[in-house]
């Protein structure tokens, strides 16, 4: 099976990084992930109090999934889910294009609007990174692949 992965380099995530702290430090939120369609998360930050931030990358890849069937995502890039209960009231979903997106989670303290206008900003700034790495996704195969390339690669540097 082969299957698609981003690769960004050590400067974009680092700055992806530093733009979601800045994103936090604004709302007040409790954390935020970039997250691949597959639930890879590519950063993260913020308090995870009630799940890890691995199962709420996963859980949030399959709503996105999910939702998008049954809402017409291309009409928007953005959707929210309010939650009735105590902690988390609200989880604010962003796509950045069609295999990454922002997850917030936030409480109903900040509003939505305050929400909206920092992922805007942290979008505005994280869309040119992802594009300049242009990380069009890179096919991995099997593991048998990997092997028959490796070889060809170690019975050239022989043949010298």
């Known amino acids: 099976m082969i299957s698609d992965f981003y690769s960004l380099s ?17 709302t007040n939120a409790r954390c935020a992930l970039l997250v691949d369609k597959s639930g890879y998360i590519i950063a993260s930050e913020g308090s995870f109090s009630y799940l890890p931030a691995e199962d709420i990358g996963a859980i949030a890849a399959g709503s996105v999934a999910a939702l998008g069937t049954l809402v017409n995502i291309a009409s928007s890039n953005e959707m929210t889910i309010d939650f009735h209960s105590r902690g988390i009231d609200t989880i604010y979903f962003a796509l950045l294009n069609t295999r990454i997106f922002l997850n917030i989670l936030y409480d109903s303290s900040i509003t939505k609007k305050k929400i909206r206008d920092a992922s805007k900003a942290f979008v505005k700034t994280v869309q040119p990174l992802l594009d300049k790495d242009a990380t069009q996704p890179v096919k991995l195969q099997s593991v048998e692949f990997i092997e028959e390339k490796l070889s060809e690669l170690f019975k050239e540097d022989d043949d010298k």
């Open 10 to 26: 050590e400067e974009a995530i680092n700055t992806i990084i530093q733009e979601m702290q800045k994103l936090l430090e604004n």
